[in-house]
């Protein structure tokens, strides 16, 4: 049985004609750049389609446009396949995908946050404060040796990603990562510096990190679906209070993506898919391990082999979540705090039995829900959460998790309002 991973790329994955394809074949696409272009306040899905790319690059464009595309690309395979992953990770930026797939960051929030965290990179950029090149044919071990050398020179530049075996990221001052990128060169490295980039993933990005956390602080965090690996540690997260802390320290320290992949292989996994739309991860993760096959879901030709890969597993389809089943589980896993036991047999007991008939009826027919059931089945677990005194808070928490976990991110999209939430429904 596969074990799976998803990827999720970051900076430097978009191109003029991102997710094309998938927006024109998919309705979920299209209505994920909708959302997009409402919070932004611009055609983002224009800007990706049809350039110019000397916009697109602009970070504060970039950014939010990677997210989209590694969103929507998971959202189409969560609706067309739905065999749920084990593990999520994401190259640098693409982190923020990660915890966005994951459940932990709304994705309205997430495009905003991006947006805000491109325009500050582009600043930061402008101001000429340092530099970051990728290093290509050297080992690991040359890099590291080299910046601690140049470090007792009093010179600041640093390994800023640990890709693979042989390629890894330096990040620092100008002249200092322009002076490493000549001493690796006598040694084989080839050089390739990012133009108009932020120094990211070392100390000179602690004042924008700084910047970073005051957004990030104000943002209300979800439950995990899924363990995302981070970038700093290369270990599984999936506490949502630890999310901001973790991504203002991510602009300060080196991506640990060989120790990523390493943490896969040991783990089990077997296939990784990318959520982009393109090939950019599946390259280094099979320079880092063997035995893990790598696709992406957004190139046509992979799509269609992760298809017959998974067919194999025709009983994992069970498993998968609807509206349904996720209240029946959500009504057992929240806490009680009414304790007149005459309200809770009325509203609880009763309704909880009321969403449980709906499953036993779809369970009969093998039929997928209705729309009619799942709003029925919501409302009724609205009845049961505001009969246990559990707060509007976490029942917001909970509807943004079971609405996203099932893909139903539109249609039941006034189940996530405020007022919605607030109304209290008696029967």
């Known amino acids: 049985m596969e074990k799976m991973a998803f990827l999720f790329p970051g900076q430097g994955s978009h191109f003029v004609g991102m997710s094309k394809g998938l927006y024109d074949q998919y309705t979920i696409v299209k209505q994920t750049f909708e959302e997009a272009n409402d919070v932004l306040g611009y055609d983002l899905a224009k800007l990706c389609f049809e350039g110019s790319l000397a916009e697109l690059s602009k970070a504060k464009n970039a950014q939010p446009a990677i997210l989209v595309s590694s969103v929507a690309s998971f959202r189409v395979y969560m609706q067309e396949i739905g065999i749920v992953p084990q593990f999520l990770a994401g190259h640098s930026l693409g982190e923020y995908a ?86 690796l060169a006598n040694h084989g490295g080839l050089a390739t510096p990012l133009l108009a980039s932020a120094p990211f993933h070392c100390s000179f990005m602690q004042p924008m990190a700084d910047q970073l ?58 296939l990784t898919v990318e959520m982009g739309p393109k090939n950019v991860l599946t390259n280094m993760v099979k320079a880092n391990v063997d035995g893990i096959e790598a696709l992406c879901y957004g190139t046509k030709e992979d799509r269609k082999k992760i298809e017959q890969i998974l067919a194999a597993y025709p009983g994992l389809r069970k498993h998968i979540p609807t509206i349904i089943t996720r209240s029946l589980a959500v009504a057992v896993a929240t806490l009680n705090q009414n304790w007149d036991n005459e309200e809770y047999q009325e509203k609880v007991v009763k309704s909880y039995r009321k969403i449980q008939e709906i499953q036993d009826r779809l369970e009969e027919t093998g039929e997928k829900p209705a729309l009619e059931q799942m709003r029925t089945a919501l409302d009724l677990l609205k009845i049961i959460l505001d009969t246990k005194k559990v707060s509007v808070e976490e029942q917001t928490r909970w509807f943004h998790q079971i609405i996203d976990e099932t893909g139903m991110y539109y249609e039941l999209n ?10 209290k429904i008696s029967r």
Not at 151 to 178: F, L
Not at 242 to 255: D, F, G, I, R
Not at 260 to 266: A, C, I
Not at 414 to 423: C, G, K, N, Q
């Open 98 to 183: 990660a915890f966005t797939c994951a459940g932990a960051i709304r994705f309205s929030d997430a495009v905003k946050l991006l947006h805000e965290r491109g325009k500050m990179t582009d600043e930061v950029a402008s101001s000429d404060v340092g530099a970051m090149s990728i290093i290509d044919g050297v080992e690991r071990k040359l890099v590291v040796d080299e910046c601690k050398a140049m470090e007792q020179e009093g010179r600041q530049v640093w390994v800023s990603c640990y890709n693979t075996p042989n390629q890894t990221a330096i990040s620092g001052e100008s002249d200092a990562v322009m002076e490493l990128e000549d001493r």
């Open 213 to 270: 956390l005051d957004k990030l602080s104000g943002l209300e965090y979800g439950f995990f679906k899924y363990p995302v690996i981070t970038n700093r540690n290369a270990e599984p997260m999936a506490h949502s209070e630890k999310v901001a802390q973790n991504l203002a320290l991510h602009l300060t320290s080196p991506v640990q993506w060989e120790r990523t992949m390493q943490y896969f292989k040991h783990k089990g996994v077997t």
């Open 414 to 423: 006034d189940y996530l309002a405020p007022s919605r939430l607030a109304e």
